[in-house]
Nanobody
């Protein structure tokens, strides 16, 4: 099972930028589709962005054009570049690896511990 550790969160002013990183340990990182979720206080966890094992991406409507998900399989890391941040982007951001089958074997998914992003003046 892959293990995930997020970093890069913090306090930023509206209109600013942050880049979150999610470092994975364990083998076979490249086979996983990877996601970024977020959870604001009192709200359900929501999917922000997804990148497939092949590099295809999808975004929530609320972040399209502002956030970019990418991955570096050589570094076992997935990133979330967040630009033009808004106060409503304030949340704990979580990295997730989707469980998947590969060469006849099931590789279970995993969640990171989360990193806080606060957008405030």
């Amino acid at each position: 099972q892959v293990q995930l550790v997020e970093s890069g969160g913090g306090l930023v002013q509206p209109g600013g930028s942050l880049r979150l990183s999610c470092a994975a340990s364990g083998s076979r990182f490249s086979i996983y589709a990877m996601d970024w979720y977020r959870q604001a206080p009192g709200k359900q966890r929501e999917l922000v962005a997804t990148i497939s094992s092949g590099g295809s991406t999808n975004y929530a409507d609320s972040v399209k054009g502002r956030f970019t998900i990418s991955r570096d399989n050589a570094k076992n890391t997935v990133y979330l570049q967040m630009n033009s941040l808004k106060p409503e982007d304030t949340a704990v951001y979580y990295c997730n690896a989707d469980g998947t089958y590969y060469s006849g074997r099931y590789y279970s998914g995993s969640w990171g511990q989360g990193t806080q992003v606060t957008v405030s003046s």
